[in-house]
């Protein structure tokens, strides 16, 4: 190497060098800290809640699930006892959607779809808790067969 470039390699080394130890000291730490304020976080209390309660349940050794479904929804009374007793369950809507129907061989076929499903039925045909009875041109009877009733598709 020739002598003119290891002076300027020198050069540059010693003035990275320096720039390194320089670097950061320009702005000087604050020498005064202020203190900080402590925040109770601790929950408060009220001076009616019986803690001796959760004591007492601790001591007889039970264990609570923490992961145990709850259900926080309100009790609702019921409205009128002769009401609720005279009350029967009702089969819930028809979840199908009539599409259109075929008939092949003399054998009608419906096509329904319950959601995304597509569903070919026959008379007799089981679908889930519900029956296809009848297919007429107006409509499809069909049985709910939890409670045995019957319920119309109109077509």
Not at 79 to 95: D, I, V
Not at 110 to 129: C, H, K, M, V, Y
């Amino acid at each position: 190497m020739k002598p003119v470039m290891k002076k300027a390699l020198a050069a540059v080394a010693v003035v990275g060098a320096l720039a390194s130890v320089v670097t950061g000291r320009e702005n000087p730490a604050p020498a005064v800290v202020e203190p900080v304020q402590r925040v109770d976080t601790r929950l408060q209390v009220d001076a009616d809640f019986d803690l001796t309660k959760l004591a007492e349940r601790m001591s007889e050794g039970a264990k609570v699930d923490a992961f145990a479904p709850r259900n926080f929804s309100p009790v609702i009374p019921p409205q009128g006892e002769g009401k609720a007793a005279a009350a029967r369950p009702e089969a819930p809507p028809l979840p199908f959607r009539y599409l259109g129907k075929m008939i092949e061989d003399g054998k009608t076929k419906i096509f329904l779809a319950n959601g995304e499903e597509s569903i070919t039925a026959t008379p007799g045909q089981r679908i889930g808790d519900y029956r296809i009875d009848k297919i007429t041109e107006a409509e499809v009877r069909i049985t709910y067969l939890p409670l045995k009733q019957q319920q119309s598709l109109p077509l």
